[in-house]
């Protein structure tokens, strides 16, 4: 069990790498911070797949019932991480398209994203301590940011849905935008759901 929760928290570390590297590539506009992002993917994804044929030896042996929700929790936990890795990839992959297409963002709208990144951050840093150390009170406050970035997730939307009716962005920079930070709020979800299960 301790095996499958030290891969876990790996999971967590190289996505904390990841998203720091995803933090470069957007504001450098800088191709191998966001190759870089994706060969975390890549190591996330190796994790994953260990972690899984470990789970599933181990059920094969538990008796009790304690122990088999325990590996069961584990388990989700391990998938949700690697969904927050194909979650970052996408994010990565609009990133590329928007530096591609030469897609500017408003200095207000970069500033709103950047707040958004940085709240989510938080969120899987300390769903990473708490992978440590199941810290109740650190837990609750994973759930209470993954509802700020919520928050902040519907409001700059708003926002920059007005901007975009007012003509002060194009239509495609717009959907780059509004994926972005639908993929930044997936991740402090997911992050909240980690917490949840263990």
Known sequence: MNE???RATAMADTMCGMLASIEKGFMEHREEFLTDALKKESRINELE???????????K????DTERKELVA????VET???MGDEAA???ERIEIKNAEHLLFSDLGVAQYNETFGTMKKSVEMMRE?????DGVLKERIIDNGFQVKALVERFRAEHADRLLRGICTPMAANMFFDMLDFTGNLARH???IVKLL
């Open 4 to 6: 499958i929760r030290t």
């Open 49 to 59: 797949k260990a972690a899984t044929a470990r789970v599933l030896e181990l059920s």
């Open 61 to 64: 042996a538990l008796k009790d």
């Open 74 to 77: 584990l388990h989700q936990a």
């Open 81 to 83: 991480l690697e969904r």
């Open 90 to 92: 996408s994010l990565v």
């Open 130 to 134: 708490f992978l440590g150390g199941k």
């Open 191 to 193: 992050s909240s759901s």
